[in-house]
């Protein structure tokens, strides 16, 4: 099966924004959970964002509620994170997840957010 492919880290200054993207190739994204993860450096990986397989609301920890909005596209197999004013501690390695809890769970490779002045 293939993996998610994340794209659109990078660096930015504290306050600055990113709009990560994931594409889920040869997979559909409607009706299966959809959610955004991050790793710092010497911690535990934690999902930040989900999209529950009903179709509901998104949801978010606390630590991101206000400032990160999920979306998705079905047509174009492609998850999408809005970072805004973004910090210091939003600093991570940004993974999006297909089918999380499921026998058959979906990762991508990751990719690099930095926030550094």
């Known amino acids: 099966q293939s993996r998610l492919v994340e794209s659109g880290g990078g660096l930015v200054q504290p306050g600055g924004s990113l709009r990560l993207s994931c594409t889920a190739p040869?997979?559909?994204?409607?009706?299966?959970?959809i959610g955004w993860f991050r790793q710092a450096p010497g911690k535990e990986r934690e999902g930040i964002a989900c999209?529950?397989?009903?179709?509901?609301?998104?949801y978010y920890t606390d630590s991101v509620k206000g400032r990160f909005t999920m979306s998705r596209d079905i047509a174009k197999n492609t998850v999408y994170l809005q970072m805004n004013s973004l910090k210091p501690e939003d600093t991570a390695v940004y993974y999006c997840?297909?089918?999380?809890?499921?026998?058959?769970?979906?990762w991508g490779q990751g990719t690099q957010v930095t926030v550094s002045s």
């Open positions: 997840n297909l089918d999380f809890g499921s026998e058959h769970t979906y």
């Open positions: 040869g997979l559909i994204l409607d009706y299966r959970t």
């Open positions: 999209i529950p397989r009903t179709d509901g609301s998104p």
